[in-house]
């Protein structure tokens, strides 16, 4: 079982990096594109037997403890089989 | 007297803040590995600039799980002194032992070179002998030092005078101009409530002998030991 965990910066906090994508993005051509944002994504296997519910629980807290800096950065977990 | 100088794998600003302490400061100093646990013998740390298990993740992020931080938080929270420099300020961040984090520069560029800096606030342990009308030259040398924080955050530390240093241009002025990361009110250094443990971007331990362009940094080092000595006694 894995867990899918993206890290991203919270709506409020300006992405440089996301920025500078987004001006190559429309140096390519692509004029009709609002915003680019940038994240993280992190794929945790976990052992077959584990429950899901115990698996998304450790997930969670490794995304709030770990993964994501909570002053800045937001996360969503997913569960996939 | 004790000064200590943590060592990461990654840390790079290591030698220069021993050599600083022993040679400028006159007090004994050791390095302590990150492995380490007992702190008992020292009376300030320092956490110094480098790139700590190489920036993964987030910088400071994951030296912050190394076995000296719980020590580190320990000997915070007995009244120590800690000072982070550069990457030792995103660590004691990342720690909780400062709020707010350091974010990527506006301009997206690793920033080498002597900026200005404002001392402002001369009450705590480790600028009580920074002259507060001169304009510090102090080099910086960072990715990450674009320090962030909620407005809460930002008035709690105005309100309480944390913020101890920011950037700023030649006469003083903090201008966006002078600002050279984005950081949010200028900020370049900032301490936690109990003044004991200072966090700064700039690295003074660069800036202690007029061989390198400036010895403004040496105050900082000689104030901390002053307040250490004036406690021991």
Redesign the interface.
């Known amino acids: 079982m894995k867990a899918i965990v993206y890290v991203t910066l919270k709506p409020s906090v300006l992405d440089p990096q996301g920025k500078a994508i987004h001006h190559s993005v429309e140096l390519l051509g692509h004029k009709n594109i609002g915003d680019i944002r940038q994240g993280k994504y992190f794929e945790i296997a976990f052992d077959a037997a584990i429950p899901e519910a115990e698996a998304s629980e450790s997930a969670k807290r490794i995304a709030k403890d770990v993964l994501a800096n909570p002053v800045i950065e937001d996360y969503t977990v997913e569960i996939s089989k | 007297m004790k000064f200590g100088v943590v060592v990461f794998p990654g840390s790079n600003c290591d030698h220069d803040a021993y050599h600083v302490v022993s040679k400028h400061v006159g007090q004994p100093v050791d390095f302590i590995w990150h492995q380490e646990t007992d702190l008992s013998c020292f009376d300030a740390v320092i956490v110094p600039g480098g790139f700590s298990y190489g920036d993964y993740?987030?910088a400071g992020?994951l030296a912050r799980?190394s076995p000296v931080m719980k020590a580190i938080k320990q000997f915070a929270d007995d009244g120590k002194f800690v000072f982070g420099i550069c990457n030792g300020f995103q660590i004691l961040c990342?720690a909780g032992l400062l709020p707010?984090?350091l974010?990527?520069?506006?301009?997206?560029h690793f920033v080498c070179k002597h900026i200005n800096l404002r001392l402002e606030n001369q009450n705590t342990p480790f600028t009580s002998e920074v002259n507060p009308n001169k304009v510090l030259s102090i080099p910086i040398a960072h990715a990450e030092g674009n320090y962030?924080?909620?407005d809460a955050t930002l008035n709690s530390l105005e309100e309480n005078g944390q913020i101890v240093f920011r950037y700023c241009d030649e006469n003083g002025d903090a201008t966006d101009e002078s600002n050279p990361n984005?950081a949010r009110s200028n900020i370049a250094g900032i301490c936690n409530q109990t003044r004991n443990v200072l966090g700064m971007m700039p690295h003074p331990e660069r800036a202690c002998e007029e061989m390198l362009g400036s010895n403004d940094g040496r105050d900082i080092f000689r104030s901390l030991a002053h307040t250490v000595a004036s406690i021991n006694v």
Request: charged share 30%; glycine share 12%; with cysteine.
């Open positions: 993740l987030r992020a799980f990342e707010g984090v974010m990527r520069n506006r301009s997206l962030t924080c909620d984005g």
